[in-house]
C-alpha cells in the first residue's frame, strides 16, 4: 500500500498582521517607527508570499536604508502639507461638508460597538492608521467593513502616492490588497467605485477629489 505524504497547509495571510504593521508605518517616522523595523520584519517573514506582505517589505526595507531626517521631511511634505494624499478618509467622500460630521460619527459608531476603548491620539476618528489599528487589535470585522466602505478612498490615496513617486504608495497597496476584490486598474476607475456626491458636497464636482479644501484636525492649518 502506498502511503500519501501529508502536505503542511497553506498558509493564509493574517490581513491583521497587514493593518497593524500599515498602521504603524503611516504614522509619523519617529523613533519609534524604527525600533519596530526589526519587529515588522518578523511579522511579514511569517506571512504568506504575496502582495500585501511584499509591498509593506519593500516600504520597510525603504525605511531602513533612507536617513531619517529625509523620510520624515518627506512624510511631512506628502501628508502634512498637501492636501493631495491626506490620510483623512471622509475628505475623499464629503469634503468641508455638513455631511463630514455624519461620515466622522460612522467612525465612532464602529468604535464604540467594538467595547474597545479607541485611542483617538489626538486625530479625527478617519484617520486611516487609527482605522487600520482598529481593524488589527480590536474588531477585524467592522474595521475591515470600514475599510472596505473607504475603498474609492484608499485607492485614490494610492495613485496620488504613486504621482509623487512616494515609498508610501506601497504601503496603501499593501492595505488595498487585503480588501475584497481586484483593485482598479487606474485613478478614473478608482472614482468610478465611489458613490455619487451629495448634491449639498462642496468640491466634489470636480472629477479630482483631491482639489478638496481639508483642514487638520485641530482646525489650525489649511492643507495647500
Known sequence: MRLLSRRA???RLDARVIHQVAAWCLGYPDRQLFERLDLMQAA???????????ALQRFLAHAAATDRADLAQHYTDVFDLSRKQTLYLSYWSAGDTRRRGAVLAEF???YRDSGFLVDLHGELPDHLPIVLEFAALADPVRGTEALSD???ALELIKFALADVDSPYTDVLAAVCATLPGQS?????AALAMASPPDPETVGLASSDPRLLPLFTSNGDKVYR
Do not use: F
Request: net charge neutral; charged share 25%.
Open 150 to 152: 473607504n475603498r474609492p
Open 184 to 188: 482598479p486598474p487606474d485613478r478614473a
Open 108 to 110: 465612532k459608531q464602529y
Open 44 to 54: 511579514l517573514a511569517e506571512q504568506p508570499p504575496g502582495e500585501p506582505a511584499q
Open 9 to 11: 497547509p497553506a498558509q
